[in-house]
């Protein structure tokens, strides 16, 4: 099993800065990529960015340029550098781990953070 828990969301006016943190715990030796999604009302959940183990980064085109993925492996924890902010980004961010024992793979998720963008 795995535990995430986010911190950092809030209210911020468009083109202001935010910073979303995920700190796992439990079985994480065996994480092979930890990732934020979104969801806004009425719409999907959606891949905002994610990094590999590895180091490997990965983001969606709407926020490449505006978003940075970093994780700190000494505390077990994955930030989310939001810039820029327009209102779009309005939604609840989800932090994801998932788990690989092969042949299977397991996906975690955080209780949810939720991210303001409005004047």
């Known amino acids: 099993q795995v535990q995430l828990v986010e911190s950092g969301g809030g209210l911020v006016q468009p083109g202001g800065s935010l910073r979303l943190s995920c700190a796992a715990s439990g079985s994480i030796s065996s994480i092979s990529v930890m990732g934020w999604y979104r969801q806004a009302p009425g719409k999907q959940r959606e891949l905002v960015a994610d990094i590999t183990s590895g180091g490997s980064t990965n983001y969606a085109d709407s926020v490449r340029g505006r978003f940075t993925i970093s994780a700190d492996n000494a505390k077990n924890t994955v930030y989310l550098q939001m810039d820029n902010l327009k209102p779009e980004d309005t939604a609840v961010y989800y932090c994801?781990?998932?788990?690989?024992?092969?042949?299977?793979?397991?996906?975690?998720w955080g209780q949810g953070t939720q991210v303001t963008v409005s004047s």
């Open positions: 994801n781990a998932r788990r690989v024992v092969f042949p299977l793979s397991f996906d975690y």
